[in-house]
């Protein structure tokens, strides 16, 4: 990762001194943040909004694979995800904390890496780093991040609101960082069996980077502002496209018809798939990390939604003793069933 002569141990610093070195430039940008990094707790006033807040965690070796993921690339994907959490609620974000817990294989200039792409991520999002926490750990890199954000409370969507008729609707394409994380695990195979090989991602780059650096699409939400639509209800895609429609219909207390034929893909993830031989509806329905926002609106909003092209149309929500159905290109019906990603998947 670093050559030693580059390298300086953290131990060099103590917590006080790496907290400090890693926070010294930081700029407040949010007029919500009153006291930030520096005190026993950081001082907020969001003036009679509601406070929308989402903590997530990842994992070394459950979220990320230190082997071809870069730290910068990291950092700015655990702000992502986060953030998605707080656009998916129809906010606005604007602070996060960050608390790592780090091992002694990592020398300051690792940290600072990841850093860079913390700060990257919320400098380009306009949201202020207000706290956090430093630990050493024996687990190897653990990030937890939590975001902070508001709302007027008639703007806050939740994920019960999808009523019968609604369209459902979603933002980008899907599946195409579950092919990208196929691609990187291959290349990542065959580097083990032969250093000498370098890894082959030419015109791979779409894929590879809807993996390694997601971006949450505040940019919907400012969409649907300016077009004054509201959805009913909304979820961000994490877990897969199946996954998150069965959540708004539980909460719902709906069904729903969903078409493969709607399904948003890009080329390139079609194409990775069938590489791999993948179902690419399977990727998408199944795959998760897209961070694409998944929405219910009324049929009355048609019109302003659908020559939207970021947005797609692909189903909507029926009476919950219709179930929840997937309608595939040939016309036939079958169960929608979640296959995504499994928090606490069973041991040996």
Known sequence: MFDNKDRTNIQELGEFGLINYLTKNIKIAQPSTIK????????LDFAGKKTLISTDMLLEGIHFDLAYTPLKHLGYKAIQVNLSDIYAMNGTASQVTVSIGISSKFPLEAVEELYQGIYLACEKYNVDLVGGDTSSSKQGLVISVTSIGYADEK???YRN??????????SGDLGGAYTGLQLLEREKMIFLEN????PDLEGKDYIVERQLKPEARRDVIDLLKEIDVKPTAMIDVSDGLASEVLHICKQSGKGCNLYEEKIPLDPM???TAREFNLDPTVCALSGGEDYELLFTVKQADYDKIKFKMDISIIGYITEPSAGCNLITKSGTVHELKAQGWNAFPQTP
């Open 36 to 43: 930030g990094v520096g005190d026993d707790a950081a001082v």
């Open 155 to 157: 703007d806050v969507v």
């Open 161 to 170: 609101g999808a009523q019968e008729g609604d369209l459902i609707c979603v």
């Open 195 to 198: 250093p000498n090989i370098q």
């Open 269 to 271: 993830t079609f194409e």
